[in-house]
Each structure stands twice: as C-alpha cells, then as structure tokens.
C-alpha cells in the first residue's frame, strides 16, 4: 500500500518561491505518475503539475512558466518548484500518486499562501 505525504508548504510574499515536496511510501514500484493539485476556497480541486515515470509533464495554463514539476524515482519524490507566487496561487496543495492498476491515492495537502 501507498502512502503520500506532502511538506514545504508555508507563507509567502508574492513574487516569492517556495519549493514542495511528496514522498510516496510503501509499494511505491507500482506508480505510474504523480501529480499536484490545489484547492481554494470555495473552489474544486484542480490540477496544478503531472508527470508521469518516463518523466512527460503537463502543466495547468495558470502556472505555465512559473511553475516547475520534477521527479526522483529512486526516492519515490516528486517536487513542485513555485515562482513568482501570486495571490491568486494560494490554495492547500495536494500530491496524488497513480499506480498502474488505476488506483489514485492522495496525501492530506500543505497550505500555501501568498500574501504580503
């Protein structure tokens, strides 16, 4: 079984950086891709980076050039690097794994916040 745990999370100024983490515990072989996504308030969870373990990545419009999604497949780590932070990125962010036989776990998310 596969457990995700997300860190980096924090308060920011916008035009900052913060970098996030997520490790995936257990039968960690069995993923296929890892993702990032966020959720406001009173908004839906959306994607916010994918990639998958040959390495293709996909990025919502948003944070298209500002937002870098990288992965260690030796230690079962994705990471989201954030720059030029805006208010409007604030969100709790969650990492979610994908294993090969379709099944999606998720991690219990990190707040981000952007805010002078």
């Known amino acids: 079984q596969v457990q995700v745990v997300e860190s980096g999370g924090g308060l920011v100024q916008p035009g900052g950086s913060l970098r996030l983490s997520c490790v995936a515990f257990?039968?960690?072989?069995?993923?296929?891709?890892m993702g990032w996504y966020r959720q406001a308030p009173g908004k839906q969870r959306e994607l916010v980076a994918h990639?998958?373990?040959?390495?293709?990545?996909n990025y919502a419009d948003s944070v298209k050039g500002r937002f870098t999604i990288s992965r260690d497949n030796a230690l079962n780590t994705v990471y989201l690097q954030m720059n030029s932070l805006k208010p409007e990125d604030t969100a709790v962010y969650y990492c979610?794994?994908?294993?090969?036989?379709?099944?999606?776990?998720w991690g219990q998310g990190t707040q981000v916040t952007v805010s002078s």
């Open positions: 979610n794994t994908e294993e090969y036989n379709g099944r999606v776990r």
């Open positions: 257990g039968s960690a072989w069995n993923i296929h891709a």
């Open positions: 990639i998958t373990s040959g390495g293709s990545t």
